[in-house]
């Protein structure tokens, strides 16, 4: 059995004593059934051995009803928090489970125990306490933010007793933890007098000297400051009086740990430091006149005294994310030092002093995001004043409801959102780890890279350099830098196969004597079914498409893209139909004219350059007797001329075309947002002009398009590119 808890008759004295005072602050928020229930546990867990001394040696139900006490004194009282804060330390050495707790409390009490509980045991992962996502941890496991409140609180009253401890490294740890920790979360909270206090004793454990200096010339100087304060406040009372505003004004010396650190950053000493006091203006005002009272007194104080602009903070309009609401100026006070001066009403004033959970009523408002969001959300329901701290039982902590947090084996710690894997958190810790990443050990044990991550977990990655991601890796992770990453680095592997596909094309092309057109490509590489040309030249070099068939499958489409066009132009181009244009046949003798109405010549333009009307061109006649018109700067031009120069016929435009011409360019420009679409309005805006195709790939925040217009002339086009080349994003626009 167990050893029961012993007293010492200074122990005994105290327990009486914080006893009564405790019972009196309860008053009707603890019936009498309750108290002797819990009395009853209570000495029945110590008579049992389940209440264990901490490693200072303090008797846990004194500890237990200081936090009670520091609770209600600090806060507010609240009958199921003082029940869980005492039967806390009973229930987590085994007196009884939470089940037995709901059975004879309630559910409420069973659920702030449960949370507790859960909280203590990260204490075993010393590394990580200082990790800035520890306290996120802490929100994760208390799924309640009363957990946390409780937490502080007993934080506060430890500090208090820890005073001239001799286990001086148990102190300065407590006052480390204070710091960094217990303090940030009280300021989260809005319960600024705690977070004062922690900050105050944690420099007077961990710098006794720096503190005790500082509190020594505060002490040396309080007199005057006193008599400063009241020669300030005298006049600034009766400008109010006189204004019809009612309130109470103060004045309080600023924290030592907050000097300290103006001290650091100002590389002073005290002496100069000059705001070391303010004055505080709290205003009775009901809701519907809080900020215009509060303007009025910061229009009379900055009548009186000159005010700093760049030291002014309008906490009203828009609050601090955890209710905070306040105006605070600094203006120029007699003997020309510098007085801050905060103003608010007494609802803002006891939100500053003990947070939010003195106005809190719960609606049932989540966080999507983090504890800051969830602390805009609550003030929403800063509506009512009414409530105490039982209002919020149901204000569950879901802010964290969505994430998990794992260490790493050296204890670092890492946040990730709820469902992420091992993956996500190879990627994580760095690009290179998460792309040879091929498993990884879990707690001790083997796992895969799907592995689906909990809250406390220990993870070791596990890589080899041959690892490259694959495709569906995608469907394993949950993390946007995961999958941007994942994506980043296969299109790194398409692009690199990409250019080895292409370079394959090109060279068999070269071979054949082939042209390559970049839209009828683009059009080839659609009806294959690949959707970008780096997808089309990859699967060229990983063999999945013979390089061999893709140049038969161009050539077969080009085929009948000429056959179809040649049938075409005989309807539409021809001999020319005015004197003028029949006189010029004649002089020529070997000239063709195209254009509108012109008869009786079978011809078809050139889909290696795509002529429009107003190019310089010449003709072709091909193997089927259709003559093929070319531009004068055709890429196969030299070619034609070189071998063919007897197939080669002067030709020339009519005075007049019908119809469109295609033509393709080739547009080059930073991947930004809706630069597609503006390129895409400004042509559907031009008159003459059709949009008849557009394929667009990018790449490194980069983009490169081409597009099929459809143009009456040369002129129309070169319009078109000049306003193209204005589009913001876009660097070169040309004819391809």
Not at 12 to 18: D, G
Not at 113 to 129: D, E
Not at 324 to 341: A, C, F, M, N, R
Not at 584 to 593: I, N
């Amino acid at each position: 059995m167990m050893e029961a808890l012993a007293f010492t008759p200074d122990e005994r004295q105290r327990l009486a004593s914080r006893y009564k005072e405790l019972r009196n602050i309860l008053g009707a928020t603890m019936s009498d059934d309750d108290i002797c229930l819990l009395h009853r546990q209570i000495a029945q867990a110590a008579q049992g051995g389940f209440m264990h001394r901490d490693r200072f040696g303090f008797n846990p139900v004194n500890r237990g009803l200081a936090t009670a006490l520091a609770l209600c004194n600090e806060i507010a009282p609240d009958r199921n928090m003082v029940v869980a804060i005492m039967l806390f330390n009973a229930c987590r050495h085994g007196f009884m489970d939470t089940s037995e707790v709901a059975r004879l409390w309630d559910e409420d009490v069973a659920h702030l125990v449960s949370g507790l509980i859960k909280v203590s045991t990260v204490y075993a992962k010393t590394p990580t306490v200082q990790n800035e996502n520890f306290s996120q941890l802490l929100l994760a496991l208390a799924e309640d933010i009363r957990v946390i409140i409780i937490m502080t609180v007993d934080r506060l009253s430890l500090m208090h007793a820890i005073n001239h401890h001799p286990d001086t490294e148990g102190v300065n740890r407590v006052a480390a933890e204070a710091n960094y920790l217990y303090a940030p979360l009280a300021h989260r909270l809005g319960l600024y007098a705690i977070k004062s206090q922690l900050e105050d004793m944690s420099l007077k454990y961990s710098r006794r000297d720096i503190y005790s200096r500082i509190a020594g010339k505060l002490n040396e100087t309080k007199s005057h400051r006193d008599e400063y304060i009241r020669n300030f406040i005298a006049p600034v009372k009766a400008k109010l009086e006189q204004a019809g505003l009612h309130f109470e004004i103060k004045g309080r010396t600023k924290s030592i740990y907050s000097i300290w650190n103006k001290m650091k950053k100002q590389q002073n000493d005290l002496d100069k430091i000059y705001d070391l006091f303010a004055i505080r203006i709290v205003l009775d005002s009901d809701a519907e006149s809080e900020k215009r009272d509060c303007w009025l007194a910061y229009s009379i104080i900055t009548d009186m005294y000159r005010p700093n602009p760049s030291r002014m903070k309008d906490w009203i309009s828009i609050p601090k994310s955890n209710g905070y609401e306040s105006l605070h100026i600094t203006v120029y006070g007699p003997d020309e030092k510098w007085v801050e001066v905060q103003i608010r009403t007494r609802r803002m004033d006891l939100v500053a002093e003990k947070g939010l959970a003195a106005h809190w009523r719960y609606k049932g408002i989540k966080s999507e995001q983090n504890l800051d969001t969830w602390m805009n959300n609550v003030r929403d329901i800063l509506e009512s004043s009414e409530g105490p701290l039982e209002l919020m039982r149901n204000m569950r902590m879901d802010i964290y409801d969505k994430e998990v947090f794992v260490f790493t084996p050296r204890g670092d710690l890492y946040k990730l959102p709820q469902g992420a894997t091992l993956l996500d958190f190879a990627f994580q810790i760095h690009t290179r780890v998460g792309t040879q990443c091929t498993g990884g050990k879990v707690n001790g044990k083997n796992q895969k890279i799907n592995y689906r991550l909990q809250s406390g977990d220990t993870v070791e990655v596990l890589t080899s350099p041959q690892q490259q991601p694959k495709h569906d890796w995608l469907n394993m992770v949950v993390t946007s830098k995961a999958r941007n990453k994942i994506r980043v680095t296969l299109k790194e592997i398409e692009s690199r196969a990409g250019e080895l596909g292409k370079e394959m094309l090109q060279r068999r092309c070269k071979n054949r004597k082939v042209v390559i057109d970049e839209g009828d490509l683009s059009k080839l590489t659609k009806k294959l079914g690949y959707k970008t040309l780096t997808e089309f030249y990859a699967a060229i070099a990983s063999e999945q498409l013979d390089v061999n068939r893709v140049v038969e499958a161009y050539e077969e489409m080009s085929r009948k893209a000429a056959e179809e066009t040649g049938r075409i132009s005989a309807e539409t181009y021809v001999m020319p139909t005015s004197p003028e244009e029949a006189e010029a046949v004649e002089k020529t003798g070997d000239v063709v004219v195209i254009g509108d109405g012109i008869k009786g010549v079978n011809y078809g333009l050139a889909r290696c350059c795509n002529p429009i009307y107003g190019d310089e061109v010449f003709g072709f006649i091909s193997a089927e007797g259709v003559i093929k018109i070319h531009k004068a700067d055709c890429p196969n031009a030299a070619h034609i001329r070189e071998r063919y120069p007897y197939r080669i016929i002067r030709t020339r435009w009519s005075g007049k075309v019908g119809g469109q011409f295609g033509a393709n360019l080739r547009i080059v420009g930073r991947d930004d947002i809706g630069i597609v679409t503006n390129i895409t309005s400004i042509i559907n805006k031009e008159k003459a002009t059709t949009l008849r195709n557009i394929s667009i790939e990018s790449h490194d925040g980069l983009f490169q398009g081409y597009v099929v217009v459809g143009v009456n002339d040369q002129a129309t086009l070169n319009q078109l590119i000049r306003k193209l080349k204005t589009v913001k994003g876009v660097k070169d626009v040309q004819r391809s």
